[in-house]
């Protein structure tokens, strides 16, 4: 018989898989030819692409599980996608697999305002909770910037955060219950009705898990009083240091903003230029910081916000006049990253979070590989906890340029890790940080993390290569990079 | 603080390795002031009481790292120095409780509805496995994807998956002032005038009712607890700190009964059972009752409420306690136990048989 070509081989088994899966599924749910396939092809980290055999759209809780239940007994890789908004190639579809794409699961099964929480499908939309619950006066806290498009599912699955975690927190602290399909099929709860659930604390440990443990159908979410006022301060440094000392400063003055940001100059003037926000485009830094409560209690830490950023040494202080102003100071913080897309054909968005009062240290050093590297980077900073989204211009058209945006932001991250941060605040690993991932845990937490995967998942086929890499990879990726028995970073005090 | 720093790593490490290699299993002890809780302890004990200090502490970044035998009330005094606390308040019933017994048994105060519970403010941990082997999950920052939330894990686990050796949490500025405000009512009366609030952007931080009054504890100054009683009604209480500190320790006279006392999480605005004497806390999503009801009754009916009930204290200690698991979800906790502790030493049958 002769040989068939690689290409042929794959088309052939592209057919048979349609064919199994027609057999429960109705012909809409299947998309099977490559022109149909290349929208899915990456998700919001467009630097990594990839066809899979099929994409799946299924729209019952049923069809999900037979999927899941024949691709476990056929050992075929599924990866699962929201709204493909990701920022870490998370939803990478696997070649020899199924994409699971969830958008379909698009209805808010039920707003329960006597109880405060919302109960949805995967597929709805972070911002669309909000809205349908504004007429009760309750709103859902987490505000990841791509809320507008990014969908719940997702949001479990990467524990997305946004510009109010600190006083609000993550996605883990905002849900109530989530209903996950494992790669058997089986139907769990998570959580409960009431605060908490019974045995172990699954629910948080799948939020965040990256689609490696099951796959999210269905999550209730908690809802919150939507706040009587809400207040914005604008704080303009002349140097990135002292904006830095302002937050400690802030933060020791007991002032627990709802959310606290922070720009450097680049990030700043290209977000200025986009949205026309009023930044003041001399400033080496501006922080945005926000109260919200009742009327009396936001002028009264107002006022006591103002004074500390004073004495903080801020050049200039600025309160937004009315609401229009307010949203206008969040509108250029919520554009940064279009905003900085608009100066440089490319670029690479890095989610390190730090100790804060390492940020100086931390920004300089940044400063220096841009130098080294030969490529600018922006700075924004959710100050109030930490993380850290440098962001680097590159221009992929040039040869070399993509690998060294990625070696750069590698190093950033590594960088992150020796200060005692970490690799990813809110992004997740993915795809494109499974080597960081071997710098900043040893072997004994990677196989651990390997176990709990195969508690869940024994034949490893939700979403493999992600999330945690291999031992036998990262042994491989610390001999290249250990030089001379040299750690990257020698003259970073390490934790 | 370095000279009261006391680490007993690898006193506890030798320990769980021998016992590993033995397969005896060992009880873990911090302050011993729940070891009425949960199913009856089993082995050797394994003091975690003299592992202690405040390993980092840094009030600008909002992060305390101590080690798990610290007791609580040191921990709570050093944050108050700088007019901060652990946000969870967790109980400390007849005294000695240590930070690894809160995390360990997930436990939060009357606030918690507001701020969390102790798996909400938990950052990273350090943890010996059943194997004896150090491992450390999460970190020191606000914000951290990398891996599984293995620290959260362990938060409410019952010392089932790991010895907890340091935790890192998050803390948060004291409020400036609380006011509570009591007003007479029963039972349905006091879950409808806390549901609607619940929708409304009043400073709770605390709503609980008992013999016939409801508690609203209110996270304001002076001015502002006169508007808001304005708008809800009430007396200002006059024992305002004394009656939480009840509630969250179990000294109030509520708790001096002899039935078995259960704790029911439940969907706040979940009609009252009248199945035994009640509190209500937490807004209606805490209840405790006092009931001669049997653990299967109480099972049905916190399950037929969407909720979850607890055996907390009194009955029987062989038996169950915690809410019975799914087939496919108590497998799935077997299958996460031996991950942890493959030989069963840690706790052992403490959560579940």
């Known amino acids: 018989?002769?040989?068939?070509?690689?290409?042929?081989?794959?088309?052939?088994?592209?057919?048979?898989?349609?064919?199994?899966?027609?057999?429960?599924?109705?012909?809409?749910?299947?998309?099977?030819?490559?022109?149909?396939?290349?929208?899915?092809?990456?998700?919001?980290?467009?630097?990594?692409?990839?066809?899979?055999?099929?994409?799946?759209?299924?729209?019952?809780?049923?069809?999900?599980?037979?999927?899941?239940?024949?691709?476990?007994?056929?050992?075929?890789?599924?990866?699962?996608?929201?709204?493909?908004?990701?920022?870490?190639?998370?939803?990478?579809?696997?070649?020899?697999?199924?994409?699971?794409?969830?958008?379909?699961?698009?209805?808010?099964?039920?707003?329960?305002?006597?109880?405060?929480?919302?109960?949805?499908?995967?597929?709805?939309?972070?911002?669309?909770?909000?809205?349908?619950?504004?007429?009760?006066?309750?709103?859902?806290?987490?505000?990841?910037?791509?809320?507008?498009?990014?969908?719940?599912?997702?949001?479990?699955?990467?524990?997305?955060?946004?510009?109010?975690?600190?006083?609000?927190?993550?996605?883990?602290?905002?849900?109530?219950?989530?209903?996950?399909?494992?790669?058997?099929?089986?139907?769990?709860?998570?959580?409960?009705?009431?605060?908490?659930?019974?045995?172990?604390?699954?629910?948080?440990?799948?939020?965040?898990?990256?689609?490696?443990?099951?796959?999210?159908?269905?999550?209730?979410?908690?809802?919150?009083?939507?706040?009587?006022?809400?207040?914005?301060?604008?704080?303009?440094?002349?140097?990135?240091?002292?904006?830095?000392?302002?937050?400690?400063?802030?933060?020791?003055?007991?002032?627990?903003?709802?959310?606290?940001?922070?720009?450097?100059?680049?990030?700043?003037?290209?977000?200025?230029?986009?949205?026309?926000?009023?930044?003041?485009?001399?400033?080496?830094?501006?922080?945005?910081?926000?109260?919200?409560?009742?009327?009396?209690?936001?002028?009264?830490?107002?006022?006591?916000?103002?004074?500390?950023?004073?004495?903080?040494?801020?050049?200039?202080?600025?309160?937004?006049?009315?609401?229009?102003?307010?949203?206008?100071?969040?509108?250029?913080?919520?554009?940064?990253?279009?905003?900085?897309?608009?100066?440089?054909?490319?670029?690479?968005?890095?989610?390190?979070?730090?100790?804060?009062?390492?940020?100086?240290?931390?920004?300089?050093?940044?400063?220096?590989?841009?130098?080294?590297?030969?490529?600018?980077?922006?700075?924004?900073?959710?100050?109030?906890?930490?993380?850290?989204?440098?962001?680097?211009?590159?221009?992929?058209?040039?040869?070399?340029?993509?690998?060294?945006?990625?070696?750069?932001?590698?190093?950033?991250?590594?960088?992150?890790?020796?200060?005692?941060?970490t690799i990813t605040g809110e992004h997740g690993v993915g795809t494109e940080k499974i080597d960081q991932m071997c710098v900043q845990f040893p072997d004994a937490e990677l196989e651990t993390f390997h176990a709990v995967k195969a508690a869940f998942d024994p034949n490893g086929l939700l979403n493999p290569g992600k999330a945690v890499p291999t031992l036998a990879r990262c042994a491989e990726f610390n001999a290249m990079h250990v030089h001379q028995g040299e750690l990257p970073f020698p003259e970073i005090e390490r934790f | 603080m370095a000279e009261h720093d006391h680490d007993h790593t690898e006193t506890l490490k030798e320990q769980i390795v021998r016992a590993a290699s033995e397969g005896s299993p060992l009880e873990i002890r911090g302050g011993g002031s729940k070891q009425f809780y949960g199913r009856a302890p089993l082995g050797d004990p394994l003091e975690i009481g003299d592992h202690t200090g405040i390993i980092q502490y840094e009030p600008t970044e909002l992060v305390v790292t101590v080690r798990s035998g610290t007791p609580l009330t040191q921990i709570e005094q050093v944050l108050a120095e700088r007019r901060q606390i652990l946000p969870f308040d967790p109980p400390h019933f007849q005294g000695g409780a240590t930070i690894g017994g809160a995390v360990a048994c997930g436990l939060a105060g009357p606030a918690r509805p507001w701020s969390g519970a102790p798996r909400d403010a938990l950052l990273g941990v350090r943890i010996l496995d059943g194997r004896g082997r150090t491992m450390r999950f999460g970190g020191e920052v606000m914000k951290n994807v990398a891996g599984y939330d293995i620290a959260r894990l362990m938060a409410g686990a019952l010392g089932t998956l790991g010895v907890l050796l340091d935790v890192s949490l998050k803390v948060l500025p004291a409020p400036g002032d609380h006011h509570t405000l009591v007003m007479d009512l029963d039972a349905r009366q006091a879950l409808e005038h806390m549901t609607a609030l619940n929708t409304q952007p009043v400073p709770l931080a605390g709503a609980a009712h008992v013999d016939g009054q409801l508690h609203l504890r209110l996270a304001c100054d002076a001015a502002l607890a006169a508007h808001w009683r304005r708008r809800i009604g009430g007396e200002l209480s006059t024992d305002d700190a004394g009656f939480w500190r009840g509630l969250r320790d179990h000294t109030l006279p509520f708790f001096d009964q002899d039935a078995p006392l259960w704790r029911l999480s439940l969907p706040p605005a979940s009609p009252p059972q009248n199945i035994g004497k009640t509190l209500i806390d937490w807004g209606g999503a805490q209840r405790w009752v006092f009931t001669e009801e049997t653990p299967e009754q109480m099972w049905a009916l916190a399950t037929a409420s969407g909720g979850h009930a607890t055996l907390f204290r009194g009955g029987n200690r062989q038996g169950g306690r915690f809410q019975p698991l799914p087939r496919p979800m108590a497998a799935l906790h077997t299958r996460l136990k031996k991950v942890f502790d493959p030989e069963n030493v840690l706790n052992r049958g403490r959560l579940y048989p």
């Open chain 1, 1 to 421: 018989m002769p040989h068939s070509s690689p290409s042929s081989q794959r088309v052939a088994r592209r057919a048979g898989l349609a064919r199994a899966f027609s057999e429960f599924l109705p012909p809409d749910a299947i998309l099977s030819r490559e022109e149909e396939l290349h929208p899915y092809e990456c998700d919001g980290l467009p630097a990594y692409r990839r066809l899979p055999l099929l994409v799946l759209l299924p729209t019952t809780v049923e069809e999900v599980q037979a999927i899941l239940r024949h691709c476990n007994t056929q050992h075929i890789p599924v990866v699962a996608r929201g709204a493909g908004t990701g920022l870490s190639g998370g939803a990478l579809p696997h070649e020899d697999g199924v994409l699971l794409v969830l958008s379909r699961f698009n209805r808010i099964l039920d707003i329960d305002v006597a109880n405060r929480c919302a109960r949805v499908q995967p597929g709805v939309r972070n911002l669309a909770i909000s809205e349908a619950a504004a007429p009760h006066g309750l709103y859902y806290a987490p505000d990841p910037s791509s809320q507008i498009a990014c969908s719940i599912g997702g949001n479990v699955a990467e524990n997305a955060g946004g510009v109010h975690c600190l006083k609000y927190g993550l996605t883990v602290h905002n849900l109530l219950q989530v209903r996950l399909i494992t790669i058997e099929g089986e139907l769990l709860t998570l959580g409960g009705g009431g605060l908490d659930g019974p045995g172990y604390d699954l629910l948080a440990l799948v939020t965040g898990s990256e689609g490696m443990l099951g796959i999210v159908i269905e999550a209730t979410v908690k809802l919150l009083p939507i706040a009587e006022q809400a207040q914005a301060v604008l704080a303009a440094f002349d140097s990135v240091e002292t904006a830095a000392d302002a937050v400690a400063h802030l933060i020791a003055g007991g002032i627990l903003p709802a959310g606290l940001e922070m720009m450097d100059n680049l990030a700043l003037r290209a977000a200025e230029d986009f949205v026309h926000a009023g930044y003041p485009t001399d400033a080496a830094a501006i922080l945005l910081c926000e109260v919200d409560g009742h009327a009396d209690e936001v002028t009264a830490q107002l006022s006591r916000a103002e004074r500390l950023l004073k004495e903080s040494g801020a050049t200039e202080i600025r309160v937004a006049r009315d609401d229009a102003e307010r949203q206008r100071f969040w509108a250029g913080r919520k554009a940064a990253f279009p905003a900085v897309g608009r100066i440089s054909p490319d670029y690479y968005c890095m989610d390190g979070t730090i100790p804060r009062k390492r940020l100086a240290e931390v920004l300089h050093e940044i400063a220096v590989m841009s130098e080294r590297f030969g490529l600018r980077c922006a700075n924004v900073f959710h100050a109030g906890d930490g993380n850290l989204h440098p962001l680097i211009l590159y221009d992929a058209n040039v040869p070399g340029e993509l690998e060294k945006a990625e070696q750069f932001g590698g190093e950033i991250l590594e960088l992150c890790v020796a200060v005692g941060g």
